[in-house]
């Protein structure tokens, strides 16, 4: 998996970290929100503030810290980011959504297309 480089500002972590607390659903909107935030994250599942650098690689059964759901657009099938998107769900259930969306000619890694998996 490749690197990425991120950063989040103290305000930031300090909201984040302020609306788990308080129990409500954090959305990621695109995998590299959620290589950021899973990154990001402790231990304890809080988010520590700063820039760094993460080559995080999220498959099935990867327990999740601080995301809970994600908005995303289709990827290539043969890509590695469809294994983090199946993390949210099982490979089957994504693999049956593409399916889906090839028969009715929906456009992959495009603007237009877009999943939201919880």
Known sequence: ????????????????????????KIVAVGTTSVRTLESAADRE????????????????????????????????????????VSAFSSKEKILNAY????KEKYHFFSYGDAMFIR
């Open 1 to 24: 998996m490749h690197y990425e480089k991120y950063t989040i500002d103290a305000k930031t972590a300090e909201l984040l970290n302020k609306a788990k607390a308080e129990g409500r």
């Open 45 to 84: 599942g809080h988010i520590e503030a700063g820039s760094r650098k993460t080559n995080i690689f999220i498959t099935p059964g990867y327990k999740f810290k601080f995301v809970d759901s994600l908005f995303t657009n289709f990827h290539t099938p043969e890509s590695t980011l469809l294994m983090l």
């Open 99 to 102: 399916n889906h969306a090839i």
